[in-house]
C-alpha cells in the first residue's frame, strides 16, 4: 500500500470511529440541518483562517461555535422556527465564506479539496489533529453521555431530575463543532453531516440499545471508509464522496436486509 493511502486510510478510520457514536445522536435527536448549517459555517472558518493567518482547525471551531452560539440566542426569541434559523445562517455563513475566499488574491486556495474533501492528501500533522480532537470528543462524549441520553429521551423529565438541559445541549454542539473541524479533510465541508447521518442511520436499523448503534455506527463508517477509499483506489474515483457512497450503498443493504 501506497503511503498516501495509508495515511487516508488512517485518517478516515479515525474519524469514523467518533463519526458513529456522535451521529447517533444527531439521528436521535433529529439534528442532521443542524449539522449541515456548522458544516457550512466551516467554510466561513477557513476563510478567516486564511485572512487572519491563524490555525484553519482552530479558526473553524470557532466560528462553530460562535454560530451555534448565534442560533441558540435566536431560538430562545421564538419570532422564527428552528429550520428557517438554520436555512438563514447555514447559507449566509457559506455565502460569506466564499466571498470571503474570493478576496483573498494573493492567496490559492484549493476551494473543491475544502468542500468535497481530500482524503489522499492527508499529512501525517493531519492524521495528529484528527486523532487529537477525536480523543478530545469521544472523552467528552463519554462524560456527557447519561445526561444527553436523559434529554433526548425526555428533555422537561431530565430537566426536573436535574440534568443541566442547556450547558449539555451547548457542550453536544461544540462536539459537532469539534469533529467537522477534525473530519473536514476527509469528505469536505458539504459532505461531513453524511457520515454524521448515514452511518447511525444503518446502525439503527440492527442496534437494540443506545450503546450498541454507538459501536456500529462507527463499524459502519469504518466499512464506508475502507470502501470508498478501495473504490477510490480502484476506478479513479474521487475519494470523499466515494466514501459517501459507499456508507449509503452499506445503508440500502440494511435496508432491504430488514424487510428481507
Known sequence: ?????????????GVALITGPLGAFVVWRRMAYFGDTLAHSALLGVALGFLLEVNINLAIILVCITLALVLVGLQYQRRLASDTLLGILSHSALSLGLIVLALLETVRIDLMGYLFGDILAVTVNDICWIYGGGIVAMVLLVWLWRPLLSITVHEELAQVEGVPVVPVRLAFMLLIALVIAVAMKVVGILLITSLLIIPAATARRFAQTPEQMALLASLVGCLSVSGGLFGSLQWDLP??????????ILFFIAVCWRKA
Open 1 to 13: 500500500m501506497d503511503d498516501f493511502m495509508f495515511r487516508a486510510l488512517v485518517a478516515g478510520l
Open 239 to 248: 475519494a470523499g464522496p466515494a466514501v459517501v457512497v459507499a456508507a449509503a
